[in-house]
């Protein structure tokens, strides 16, 4: 499909290499060859960004922008600032511009399906990164790459099973979820209350909202507090929030990692810091630099091959001990 869409403009690249030769009388010897060595124009994305909500957002935008570089891949980038209408509208606009892929990271599981449908209809391959959709019709997109979430909120669950004893009576938590129905946001809560389900102890007294931002978290954790004087655990369903939690908790006169033990999930570098300094308990790491793995995935959808359905990254946990090993080299 991709050597198809490329083959019109190839040729008339070509006319136009016989003319210039022509006109400079161009002779024998090395010359005649593509800017690029290759005489191949490069694969052109389309990736359309959540937003910028986080520090692992960020961060996650900086590994897609960098690979696609260094693969030689043409990006067509769009952020959506976190609503839906602006991503179907980006990836209306890739369909336009007949880009050879489409990649983006949806920012809720539903409503996909009219738009994947017209990028199928028009041959254009579409990969999901780090969220998931909840389309019945999987022929809609290529492949997903990204995290396992109900692995992280299993993996949180674990933690707080292990290291918060509940033998006494109840353990009060409260959760600061992401987006409302995005696939982090819902996997996350239903790995962790899997979890935490074999005993009834563990009590979720308080779950919303804080729409994976530091702002949020700590909007959201200031009314928890004035509500539930007795709560034990934080569940947050990423660093940021976590990290705002940690200055509403402060704010009321409390010690965070002491008085109120705290869970979070993606491990960057300030979630970091903090369970180094044990204001933070454990955090479930989600790695955001897939653009590696994702450019490695474009050119073989460009060029017809098959891909794996499913591609898990490869993540692991941290205490205060790993945080303090793992910070001085990571890299985000």
């Not at 010897?29 to 593509?34: A, K, N, P, R, V």
């Not at 004087?229 to 002491?258: R, S, W």
Request: charge should be negative; proline fraction near 4%.
């Amino acid at each position: 499909m991709f050597a198809l869409r490329k083959r019109g403009a190839a040729l008339a690249a070509a006319a136009a290499a016989v003319l210039v030769l022509a006109a400079c009388g161009g002779g024998g010897g090395d010359g005649g060859g593509s800017a690029s060595g290759g005489g191949e124009e490069p694969i052109t994305l389309g990736f359309s960004q959540v937003g910028a909500e986080s520090g692992w957002r960020t961060a996650n935008t900086k590994s897609v922008q960098d690979a696609a570089a260094a693969a030689g891949i043409e990006l067509q980038f769009s952020d959506a600032q976190q609503k839906q209408e602006n991503q179907i509208k980006a990836i209306r606009s890739f369909i336009q511009q007949r880009v050879d892929v489409i990649a983006f990271s949806p920012v809720v599981e539903s409503g996909w399906d009219t738009v994947l449908m017209e990028a199928k209809r028009a041959n254009i391959p579409v990969i999901l990164t780090d969220r998931a959709v909840d389309s019945a019709d999987t022929s809609l997109y290529k492949t997903f790459l990204g995290s396992d979430f109900i692995e992280e909120g299993r993996k949180a669950g674990e933690w707080l099973l292990a290291n918060v004893d509940a033998s006494a009576g109840p353990v009060n938590i409260v959760e600061l979820q992401g987006t409302t129905g995005s696939a982090p946001a819902i996997d996350r809560q239903q790995g962790f209350a899997d979890a935490i389900a074999q005993n009834p102890n563990y009590q979720v007294i308080a779950s919303q909202t804080g729409d994976f931002t530091r702002s949020g978290g700590r909007q959201v954790m200031e009314a928890f507090l004035k509500a539930h004087p007795d709560i034990d655990v934080l569940y947050a369903h990423n660093d940021d929030m976590g990290l705002g939690a940690i200055e509403a908790i402060e704010a009321a006169g409390k010690v965070p990692g002491t008085d109120i033990k705290i869970i979070t999930v993606d491990a960057v570098k300030d979630g970091m810091q903090a369970l180094a300094d044990g204001k933070i308990n454990f955090i479930v790491e989600c790695n955001p630099l897939l653009g590696p793995q994702l450019m490695d995935l474009v050119k073989k959808v460009a060029a017809g091959e098959e891909v794996p359905a499913r591609v898990v990254t490869e993540e692991t946990t941290f205490d205060t001990a790993a945080a303090k090993a793992a910070l001085p080299s990571r890299e985000y």
